[in-house]
């Protein structure tokens, strides 16, 4: 881990938040390529989800929601953890994670207190007349209590899913491992509702349990650092009728990656008793009016991007020196090529390559980069996980062509700049 905190913060993809003030725990802020690598994270995640299937829609729920919609959720009463303060450093953990004694100073440990997990916030300009609200903890809600919206607005039927991508905030008591666990951070979840039958259930989970951990192994992750989990009884979400966590092999230690849940008809009922609005579907076809139940998919943008990183992360020996590189998929990577002059100094070289830089952009993401030799170049956009680095050098001049070099293999080929579009095109297929 130590080693992709420094890549990341070095190559502008991940830094600590609040930073020249000493940092906020568990914030943190996207560089450059950081930004990137997340948007093509859920640019793929709603392409997949959303865009190449009939049968899912999206929405784009608030942050902040009534405070009901938390009561009704069961998350006021329910989204706790154990908290325990050390009695000697007075630093704070979560009580399921550790035994008695602090893992900091060795000294000993409170009694637990359950603590919830809410971030609150407040509404309105009159400090005295100022209304209790909540961030939201999860994305989730803001789909179930937009149902009827969706059913009203669309012609959606039973089965059908609703997609969203968006940020949630919570208040962790450890956060750490990077952006593994944090108070601030991005989910990508699907509610697909069903109608409420065991058969259905057991159907649409497996399929969801395939299609996501496909996903996963599509964009790079190693399917050796992935394994599933069933939760055991006592310890599933209030919500959950089941549980499966796909997990990730984090520094030696399996961590939740991505929940797959069947939560019956537990939001839709609850919102129903708590709003008095009838949340109920009536099927076109038969007119039967029922709850359905609900299979959700939630996974992290955040950890994903992480997992990911660590994963296209290799260190090869090439002659003497240790190359780094990041093979993301080129789907994910931030930028899709570089276009470099061979020398800087050249205005007919720079001259050149800037119309070819012009001309990709339109296409890709493109970096354009005429900084110390060409050498340190492939380097640096080795590290940034770039596929693809094109060169204009004096040949370029004589018979308008390019060196192409592919990251991964460091091979070069020579490439007309007419047919340069399409060939990056094949190739980051």
Request: some cysteine.
């Amino acid at each position: 881990m130590e080693k992709i905190t420094s890549l990341a913060k070095r190559r502008g993809f991940i830094y600590p938040g609040s930073s020249i003030y000493g940092g906020l725990g568990g914030i943190w802020d996207y560089g450059p390529l950081g930004t990137e690598l997340k948007r093509n994270i859920k640019n793929e995640y709603w392409r997949n989800m959303v865009q190449l299937r009939g049968d899912v829609v999206g929405v784009d729920a608030s942050i902040i929601m009534h405070q009901r919609v938390w009561e009704a959720s069961g998350h006021l009463e329910s989204f706790t953890d154990p908290l325990a303060e050390c009695t000697k450093c007075k630093k704070r953990f979560r009580a399921d994670h550790i035994g008695n004694t602090c893992p900091e100073c060795g000294g000993k440990l409170g009694e637990p207190r359950r603590f919830n997990l809410l971030v609150e916030t407040h509404l309105g300009a009159l400090e005295d007349k100022r209304q209790a609200a909540y961030l939201r903890g999860e994305i989730t809600q803001g789909v179930h209590t937009n149902f009827k919206n969706v059913l009203d607005s669309t012609r959606v039927q039973i089965p059908f899913g609703i997609a969203q991508i968006g940020k949630a905030f919570r208040n962790e008591i450890t956060p750490g491992q990077l952006t593994f666990r944090s108070r601030e951070f991005e989910q990508m979840e699907l509610q697909f509702y069903i109608k409420p039958e065991e058969k259905e259930a057991r159907k649409w989970y497996e399929y969801w349990k395939n299609e996501r951990i496909n996903w996963y192994e599509n964009l790079g992750i190693r399917p050796e650092n992935m394994r599933w989990r069933q939760h055991k009884p006592d310890e599933r979400a209030h919500y959950a009728r089941d549980a499966w966590d796909i997990e990730y092999r984090l520094e030696s230690e399996w961590k939740e990656f991505e929940g797959i849940h069947n939560r019956g008809d537990w939001d839709l009922k609850r919102h129903q008793e708590h709003s008095g609005e009838d949340m109920r579907y009536t099927d076109p076809d038969t007119g039967e009016n029922y709850l359905p139940w609900i299979i959700e998919t939630s996974g992290g943008v955040d950890r994903a991007a992480l997992f990911l990183l660590i994963d296209a992360y290799n260190e090869e020996e090439v002659g003497s020196e240790t190359r780094i590189v990041l093979k993301l998929h080129p789907k994910l990577a931030p930028y899709k090529t570089a276009v470099f002059p061979l020398l800087a100094n050249k205005p007919e070289l720079v001259k050149k390559a800037k119309g070819v830089y012009n001309t990709l952009k339109q296409r890709w993401m493109a970096a354009w980069d005429d900084r110390g030799n060409i050498g340190k170049r492939y380097r640096y956009q080795d590290e940034s996980g770039t596929p693809f680095c094109v060169t204009v050098d004096f040949d370029s001049l004589e018979h308008d062509d390019v060196t192409v070099r592919d990251r991964d293999t460091m091979k070069q080929e020579r490439v007309k700049i007419g047919e340069l579009e399409h060939y990056l095109e094949e190739k980051l297929k």
